[in-house]
């Protein structure tokens, strides 16, 4: 007498990922959604890019915000106390610069750090409340780039409050600029007027430069990039060999862009068994994963305008390598 088999698990996995596998790899030709970098391992991959050498922007933007951060937070809430919201948190690394300077304006702050990440954000929130007393962080887990309707909603504030939205990191040049138009008027749309808008642009420099930010010599953004396709062996039951696809950055002139590509080394066919599909690639066929534009000075002040904001503030580097504009809702 055998006994019956056992039923094969059922994996389970989340529909939105599904989604954008089954149509970025059946598209032509083939893309890969940028949010997919940021799993567990993407966050602390990126992380490690950040500190980088050839990676300019954390370091460039964090010497802004560390020379300028007391008028930021005084001109974001003039005779009143400033809220802080980050939209994609993550770390919150250069955020405890402004947190910092708000405490020692109006000795408590309340921080609600962004993210789809739990735990880019629950490390988050006990690396600020044990260093820096005076903030209270109120942690929300939300995907700001999807969601229904025109407006993004951010939740009651006090009466005494002014709410100061932060997206610094140059993280709204991974939206293409019609997507970047539309989370910035839902974000003025979920604000009162006198609430302000902390935005932070990289800015157009040279080719050479751009291109080692994105493709550093110790292979850490490569190895980044490739992540993604780990994550779909986890999450989707794929076939993937993150090996047999190479790492490309390029710089799109005409689009003002850095384009990343994961390019098959080879001929082959990628198996996903839990959406029991089959992708085939040509040698040399690409995936798009990321573009980050690079904006010339004023368009970032011209694209708060186009919300519903006036860009009362813009501060620099000496080198004019990237940009952190203010806009106050009208």
Known sequence: ?????????????????????????????????AWLFYDEAGSRLFDAITELPEYYLTRTERGILAAGA?????????????????????????TRILLKAAVARQRRVIYEPVDVSPSALRAARQ??????????????????THGDGDRLH????????????????????NFEPHQAARLLRRVRAGLKAGDSFLLGVDLVKDEATLLAAYDDA?????????????????????GFDPHAFA??????????????????????????????????????ESIHTENSYKYLPGQAEALLAAAGFAATAT????????????????
């Open 247 to 284: 790492h490309r950055a390029v710089w799109n002139r005409a689009r003002s862009r850095i384009e990343m590509h994961l390019v098959s080394r080879k001929a082959q066919c990628v198996p996903f068994d839990a959406l029991d599909l089959a992708v085939p690639f040509a040698a040399g």
């Open 315 to 330: 501060w620099t580097d000496p080198c004019c390598w990237f940009s952190v504009c203010l806009g106050v809702a009208v």
């Open 218 to 238: 110790a292979g850490v953004t490569a190895a980044f990039n490739r992540n993604i396709l780990v994550r779909l062996n986890r999450e989707l039951d794929a």
């Open 1 to 33: 007498m055998t006994s019956a088999a056992s039923p094969a698990p059922v994996l389970q996995f989340d529909e939105r990922v599904a989604l954008a596998v089954q149509l970025g790899l059946t598209s032509r030709p083939k893309r890969l959604p």
């Open 70 to 94: 007391s008028g930021m937070i005084a001109d974001a809430a003039p005779g009143a106390r400033v809220r802080i919201t980050e939209l994609g948190a993550g770390s919150a690394d250069k």
């Open 154 to 173: 951010l939740g009651p504030i006090g009466r005494d409050e002014r709410r100061l939205v932060l997206y610094i990191g140059s993280s709204i040049g």
């Open 127 to 144: 690396r600020i409340e044990s260093e820096i007393a005076g903030v209270t962080v109120a942690p929300r887990v939300m995907d700001y």
